[in-house]
């Protein structure tokens, strides 16, 4: 075994080496710490000023870092509306039915607009585009039309949205038994699956303005297509829809209806296989009631975010945190005869109406830019507009005189048979048309009628007002608005072949005549053709009286402050049009970083 042997000159160090040298070292570090900083430390207020001035410096040099910091991060920062949050509408009306095949009141319609995508829609200029529909094309003779959706588009239940799904919807629009509340006409439209996404659409007739009557929405065959239409309403569907819009339903709550608060409150949450999928909104909640009062509370204590069922009647009463904005819509008010009643059906006292009412009061406070004078809008047609009645109630009262009526002592007209020429008004109860219509019966007063003013709450179903007066046209006249569309086309309201007990003909209004012009301005691809033959509606609408028009519509939007809604410069046709960019709105605001 080697041994280990020590090298020269080393020497191994002992515990008592180590200490001294530890020892030392101590010493010579106490010694300089007591040198150089202990001795001096007397010498401190001779430079104390000095030392004060630099810590001080130090703290503004620090200060200023951390304000730098702030004022720097929020420039880089901005508060904006982010994905999030609920929104809560107002609306009127009970909800009996979701399937908005069946619409009738301002909730249903609402409903059915956030929980069902149209086939096509109004884009923020107003003109249509598609919408489940990828395209719509027109051949050249004007007569087919080919509708095809879009890719990847779904039902709330995942089941994919398919050609065979238009077809249905559009057999039941058009079926009588099924009573839906869809103005389209397609009773004379053919038909065909090309594919699974394709239909093509065979008329009659040339239609150039097709595309309008596909503005609905499509319902799910394979949920209701074995269902009789007849029995479509009372389903299942109605309560528990299966829709292609933004949001879907969550729960529906039943509130106290013997109170005049809210009746129901619906939540919907955002509707993840919507082919927009970029809804900014988690849900959205609508709230019902029974009457504007309640909307109006409601609002001020903000139970809801916003309504669009008040008018600019409420405008003064609203806190500084409720804002309202008001859009023009392609709608308007009317007043239509019911031609077809003994009352009403004399041309001659028709006439005498137009001209022996005055208009400037039966308009009320309405700015002079929402006048409304012709069937249809100025700016959808070039076709040469005709004089409109002066008011001249001597001349009115002589032509009901030449027209086979009398006057009593009373200034009362008489029929033939002597008895009391009786106009029964019927109107929907709504602040601004109410008020119109209560205008006008007091215009008919004056001329000599007697007037029965018949008004109906919308909201109740047991008044159902399209229902139980629209459609069985229990009226000698209607104070009714109605949807004008994108493009000028009267057909479907003074056509004799809507004159029927589900047609939109609310005048039953016929004349041969008219309905030649009508069709053929319907089915030309002859704009010029298209004028004159609307030049001669409107003479003949003018003289035969069936309807008078007041007022252009327009939507009052009141809403919070803290919400996002649709953009002020979306034209939109109707209120529900609204709800077209409805996946931008938001109620969530946070800080957010600005993207360079």
């Given amino acids: 075994m080697k041994k280990k042997t020590k090298k020269s000159g080393q020497r191994r160090l002992s515990r008592k080496d180590i200490a001294n040298f530890y020892y030392e070292s101590a010493d010579k570090v106490g010694k300089h710490f007591s040198d150089n900083f202990i001795s001096r430390i007397r010498n401190i207020h ?72 149209n086939l096509v829609s109004p884009d923020s200029t107003g003109h249509l585009k598609g919408d489940l529909a990828k395209s719509v094309k027109m051949d050249d003779s004007g007569k087919v039309w080919t509708v095809r959706l879009r890719d990847n588009i779904y039902w709330s239940d995942g089941e994919p949205i398919v050609a065979d799904d238009i077809v249905y919807t559009v057999d039941l629009i058009r079926n009588p038994s099924a009573k839906t509340t869809i103005p389209s006409d397609f009773s004379k439209v053919n038909l065909k699956v090309l594919d699974e996404k394709t239909v093509e659409f065979t008329l009659s007739s040339t239609y150039v303005d097709f595309m309008d009557t596909l503005e609905f929405p499509l319902l799910p065959k394979h949920i209701l297509g074995d269902t009789n239409p007849a029995l479509v ?112 059906k004399n041309r001659d006292l028709r006439q005498a109406i137009q001209k022996g009412i005055d208009m400037a009061k039966v308009r009320g406070d309405i700015s002079d830019s929402y006048y409304l004078d012709y069937p249809f809008l100025p700016e959808q047609t070039d076709a040469e507009m005709p004089k409109v009645a002066e008011y001249d109630l001597e001349s009115a009262k002589k032509q009901i005189v030449a027209g086979g009526y009398q006057y009593n002592d009373q200034g009362k007209i008489l029929n033939k048979d002597g008895g009391l020429v009786v106009l029964n008004v019927a109107v929907q109860k709504r602040d601004t048309i109410t008020a119109t219509a209560e205008r006008f019966a007091d215009e008919l007063r004056n001329l000599g009628f007697e007037v029965s003013l018949n008004i109906y709450d919308e909201s109740q179903v047991a008044t159902d007002f399209f229902s139980t007066v629209v459609r069985p046209r229990d009226y000698d006249i209607l104070i009714y608005e109605v949807d004008l569309g994108v493009s000028a086309d009267p057909f479907v309201y003074y056509s004799s072949t809507q004159a029927i007990a589900g047609g939109w003909n609310f005048s039953n209004y016929s004349n041969s005549l008219v309905d030649d012009a009508l069709l053929s301005a319907h089915t030309t691809t002859n704009m010029n053709l298209r004028k004159a033959k609307y030049e001669y509606f409107l003479k003949a609408w003018m003289a035969d009286v069936p309807a008078i028009a007041f007022y252009r519509s327009s939507l009052r939007y009141y809403y919070g402050s803290n919400v996002e809604i649709f953009s002020e410069n979306v034209k939109m046709t109707d209120a529900l049009d609204r709800f077209n960019d409805v996946r931008y709105w938001a109620s969530e605001r946070k800080k957010v970083h600005i993207t360079p």
């Fill in 46 to 117: 001779e430079v104390r000023l000095w030392v004060i001035e630099w810590v001080l410096l130090m703290v503004v040099v620090f200060l200023f870092a951390i304000v730098q910091i702030m004022w720097y991060g929020n420039s880089y920062q901005t508060d904006a509306f982010v994905r999030g949050g609920n929104y809560t509408e107002a609306v009127l009306g009970e909800v009996n039915s979701m399937n908005p095949l069946y619409a009738s009141t301002s909730a249903e319609k609402t409903l059915g607009r956030l929980l069902f995508a």
């Fill in 233 to 344: 309403y009372e389903s299942d569907f109605s309560t528990n829809p299966v829709g292609s819009g933004p949001f879907v339903l969550n729960t529906m709550q039943i509130t106290n209806k013997v109170t005049s608060l809210n009746t129901s409150t619906i939540y919907l949450n955002r509707n993840n296989k919507y082919y927009l999928s970029d809804t900014k909104l988690d849900s959205f909640t609508i709230k019902t009631y029974k009457n504007r009062e309640d909307i109006v509370s409601a609002l001020k204590s903000s139970d809801v975010t916003a309504t669009a069922e008040l008018g600019n009647e409420v405008a003064g009463e609203m806190p500084k945190n409720v804002y309202s904005r008001e859009s023009l819509l392609n709608g308007g008010v009317f007043a239509f005869f019911n031609t077809q009643n003994e009352n009403i």
